[in-house]
T-cell receptor, first 111, second 114 residues
Framework: GESVGLHLPTLSVQEGDNSIINCAYSNSASDYFIWYKQESGKGPQFIIDIRSNMDKRQGQRVTVLLNKTVKHLSLQIAATQPGDSAVYFCAENYNTDKLIFGTGTRLQVFP | KAGVTQTPRYLIKTRGQQVTLSCSPISGHRSVSWYQQTPGQGLQFLFEYFSETQRNKGNFPGRFSGRQFSNSRSEMNVSTLELGDSALYLC?????????????FGPGTRLTVL
């Protein structure tokens, strides 16, 4: 498959545990944030988004938390499964219609 | 509904050559954005086209160009290839091109420059 990144930070979790992936964004004026998942050989896939007027948003097994004070975004995955193994990116937008992506975190799920 | 398709999936070129990559968006999507993905720089925005017009452009040299056709299909061209252009090139389509609209990514074209 495609090599997304050779030197990405890696989070290793056991199947069934919860995962927390963190992201520091760059612009305090950013008003929209997205988490993407990229599996080997595929393009990024939308997971969940959040606007800056919210602190938390929940999806199916995923929760995004936004802390604007410290410009921090996190993605929580409940009951992590082998299929969650991928590289996860956060992206921010500050009114330019151009998404700015973070460097990504590799999530490895082991049995 | 078919997803975003990109051709070719893999490409090998030599320095100094030029290359053209193609992207077919999801039916009904009028915006196509292009990104370059490398291990060192991550995902970087190249440009975005909407209704055949370039609306946004990233910080890439003029060797990188693109266009969009009336059927919303898009091509990007890289001239005078350099080793550092080796990357995964991704395109993404959305209905309006707004960053507040979900973008759907294709599988990418892996370009290797020798």
């Amino acid at each position: 498959g495609e090599s997304v990144g050779l030197h990405l930070p890696t989070l290793s979790v056991q199947e069934g545990d919860n995962s927390i992936i963190n992201c520091a964004y760059s612009n305090s004026a950013s008003d929209y944030f997205i988490w993407y998942k990229q599996e080997s050989g595929k393009g990024p896939q939308f997971i969940i988004d959040i606007r800056s007027n919210m602190d938390k948003r929940q999806g199916q097994r995923v929760t995004v938390l936004l802390n604007k004070t410290v410009k921090h975004l996190s993605l929580q995955i409940a009951a992590t499964q082998p299929g969650d193994s991928a590289v996860y990116f956060c992206a921010e937008n500050y009114n330019t219609d151009k998404l700015i992506f973070g460097t990504g975190t590799r999530l490895q799920v082991f049995p | 509904k078919a997803g975003v398709t990109q051709t070719p999936r893999y490409l090998i070129k030599t320095r100094g050559q030029q290359v053209t990559l193609s992207c077919s968006p999801i039916s009904g999507h009028r915006s196509v954005s292009w990104y370059q993905q490398t291990p060192g720089q991550g995902l970087q925005f190249l440009f975005e086209y909407f209704s055949e017009t370039q609306r946004n452009k990233g910080n890439f040299p003029g060797r990188f160009s693109g266009r969009q056709f009336s059927n919303s299909r898009s091509e990007m061209n890289v001239s005078t290839l350099e080793l550092g252009d080796s990357a995964l090139y991704l395109c993404a389509s959305s209905r309006t091109g707004s960053a507040y609209n979900e973008q759907f990514f294709g599988p990418g074209t892996r370009l290797t420059v020798l």
